[in-house]
T-cell receptor, first 113, second 113 residues
């Protein structure tokens, strides 16, 4: 079944802890993105990657890190430096030439204990 | 920079009512325009798109026309159903180079029987 898989669906973080959100895709898309969704603020871009082993900061990258070692995978780490991590996190992909239509995973809801 | 403006809502309608959700944008050049829909607890799905002025995107009874003269892309549906209850996001992708997608804040639609 083709698509984008995000895991876990729910995640809880303790103070001072780093947590990693998984995003895997089998669409063979080149570009992958991480967004943060907060009520009343829509989607804000955290990081994006257009090719393997390369990624760029988005609008709100502070307190987050990513890696892109494989085309299929783009994990997001929420570090202890991110003081307000509670949000819904969405991973998306895009294939060049599709007028930047984005395909989204089902999301991970992160809460702080 | 690019921006998208839409009302947050919620918009509450009775079943079979006419729906309009306004979207206006600011962008340089000739952006592509999109409407995405998000059902509760899920990621976003592309609803419709338009890539040039005067194009009309349509899907599942929803329509939107790309109006360059008024920089608008309003979403309409003639008769809403309870199953249309969701959050609707207007978005744009600028032309040329890396096509970053800019999202509006999302408009929550509630349809009551």
């Amino acid at each position: 079944d083709g698509g984008i898989t995000q895991s876990p669906k729910y995640l809880f973080r303790k103070e001072g802890q780093n947590v990693t959100l998984s995003c895997e895709q089998n669409l063979n898309h080149d570009a992958m993105y991480w967004y943060r969704q907060d009520p009343g603020q829509g989607l804000r871009l955290i990081y994006y990657s257009q090719i393997v082993n390369d990624f760029q900061k988005g609008d709100i990258a502070e307190g987050y890190s990513v890696s892109r070692e494989k085309k299929e995978s783009f994990p997001l780490t929420v570090t202890s430096a991110q003081k307000n991590p509670t949000a819904f996190y969405l991973c998306a992909t895009n294939q060049a030439g599709e007028k930047n239509i984005q395909y989204f995973g089902a999301g991970t809801r992160l809460s702080v204990l | 920079g690019n921006s998208v403006t839409q009302m947050e809502g919620p918009v509450t309608l009775s079943e079979e009512a006419f729906l309009t959700i306004n979207c206006t944008y600011t962008a340089t050049g000739y952006p592509s325009l999109f409407w995405y829909v998000q059902y509760p607890g899920e990621g976003l799905q592309l609803l419709l798109k338009a890539t040039k002025a005067d194009d009309k995107g349509s899907n599942k009874g929803f329509e939107a026309t790309y109006r360059k003269e008024t920089t608008s892309f309003h979403l309409e549906k003639g008769s809403v159903q309870v199953s249309d209850s969701a959050v609707y996001f207007c978005a744009l992708s600028s032309s040329g180079g890396y096509q970053k997608v800019t999202f509006g804040i999302g408009t929550k639609l509630q349809v009551i029987p």
